[in-house]
């Protein structure tokens, strides 16, 4: 099954809620959309999972081991959930 798109506020509003779920005194506002989440948050490899199927489950989007790489920072976490793929 695959979800329909995310618009950019809905799947940045679901990004943010999923990490805030693994580390909830983070302060997302501080992180650069540029920037490494898992560097910014100090993420281990537990937290990163996490905050993996916490995203998957939020926003029904199949996340793969392949797309990993895709949610390294706010934007591309965006792009990821935003794209039909």
């Known amino acids: 099954m695959t979800a329909e798109p ?36 100090e993420l281990d490899s537990m937290d990163f ?5 916490r995203l998957a489950d939020a926003t029904g989007k ?3 081991e392949d797309d990993y790489p895709r949610l390294e920072t706010l934007d591309s976490c965006v792009g990821f959930l935003t794209t039909g793929n």
């Open 6 to 41: 995310f618009t950019p506020d809905r799947a940045r509003d679901a990004v943010r809620t999923a990490l805030l779920g693994i580390v909830p005194d983070a302060e997302l506002d501080d992180v650069r959309p540029d920037e490494n989440l898992r560097q910014a948050l």
């Open 49 to 53: 999972l996490a905050f993996v199927r």
């Open 62 to 64: 199949e996340i793969d």
